[in-house]
């Protein structure tokens, strides 16, 4: 069994910044990718920055140079660092995270957490 549980999401001020954290525990043997997705409402869920073991990053072009994502391989955690948030980052934020355990490689989620930017 594996779990990501984020943290870090809150109510924020337009040009104000936040820190995202999400930490895996459980069985696991190894992690590949680790990445930030959201979902606003009434729309699917997209990329928002992702991360190889190695620390290789791909970012979405509505965040790029704003966001930086990081992770801490001896912690299974990775992060997400966002400044100059704007109203149109207001969504629920999801850590994604490509784990292997005893038997297979497996994609895993986090529950979520809400950041919300006020105008």
Do not use: H
């Amino acid at each position: 069994q594996v779990q990501l549980v984020e943290s870090g999401g809150a109510l924020v001020q337009a040009g104000g910044s936040l820190r995202l954290s999400c930490a895996a525990s459980g069985s696991i043997f190894g992690i590949n990718a680790m990445g930030w997705y959201r979902q606003a409402p009434g729309k699917q869920r997209d990329m928002v920055a992702t991360i190889t073991y190695s620390g290789s990053t791909t970012y979405a072009d509505s965040v790029k140079g704003r966001f930086t994502i990081s992770r801490d391989n001896a912690k299974n955690t990775v992060y997400l660092q966002m400044n100059s948030l704007t109203p149109e980052d207001t969504a629920v934020y999801y850590c994604n995270a490509n784990v292997r355990t005893r038997v297979r490689w497996s994609d895993y989620w986090g529950q979520g957490t809400q950041v919300t930017v006020s105008s």
